[in-house]
């Protein structure tokens, strides 16, 4: 390891001892099942799974990321496993946290006290199609306020499906409504049974798709702070 994930990975294990046996990232979430429909785009992008029609079974976290408690704000965390996205077996992960519509906003986690108050931001840039920028998903218009608070969350989804319309922002636009170019449509319809609690179940870098997957830029760091705090949940709590 290198100097930042060192410190990334120290940081991690030493959030996990205080918490004992829940993670340093993202402790507190639910789990919820969705679908992501694409409805195929006139413009293609050279990405199969985009290009043509289909709806695909999804498996969601959201989570609060600093494990703050309700109602202080706090980064939330939307993590996606899209099943079957290329094919049987080949699932796409995407780790999304809230953030801005900007230019540089959408590079930035900001707290809130609302799951559906702004959009979620993959933050770090993928490559789509051959083009690199930011993947967000925008609450539909209309979306009902929903309190960051996994209990809530899970209520709120239950009874009535929760609605995002996931986007491309290339790097370079400024933001605006026209520099976002719809992907699919992600529908919310209720809680789903348990993964794995640490957030390294959602892992970007190991299900992506041809075409379609995150730049190599602070891979390690999220790596490093991962395995921190697996360490540092199996580890004696600090006397």
Known sequence: MDLLDRIAFRTARAA??????????????????????????????????????????????????????????????????????????????????????????????????????????SLLSYVVGGRRGVVAAFPAPGSPRIPADPVAVGAAVAGRPVVFQLCFGADGADGGGAAWRPLARLTLHGEAPPTSPDGGAFDPYLNFLPGFHPVDRLRSLRLAAYAGSREGRHAAPPS
Not at 37 to 57: C, E, K, N, Y
Not at 58 to 85: F, M, N
């Open 16 to 121: 996990a001892r205080r918490r004992g046996d829940r993670p340093a990232l993202h402790p507190r979430g639910t789990v919820l099942a969705g679908r992501l429909a694409v409805s195929g785009h006139r413009d293609l992008w050279g990405v199969p799974w985009l290009d043509a029609p289909g709806s695909h079974a999804v498996t969601a976290r959201w989570s609060r990321s600093a494990g703050l408690p309700h109602p202080l704000p706090d980064g939330l965390g939307l993590a996606l496993r899209v099943e079957d996205a290329d094919g049987p077996g080949r699932p796409l992960d995407l780790l999304l946290t809230t953030g801005g519509r900007g230019r540089w906003t959408r590079r930035v986690p900001l707290p809130r006290t609302s799951a559906t108050a702004g959009p979620y931001s």
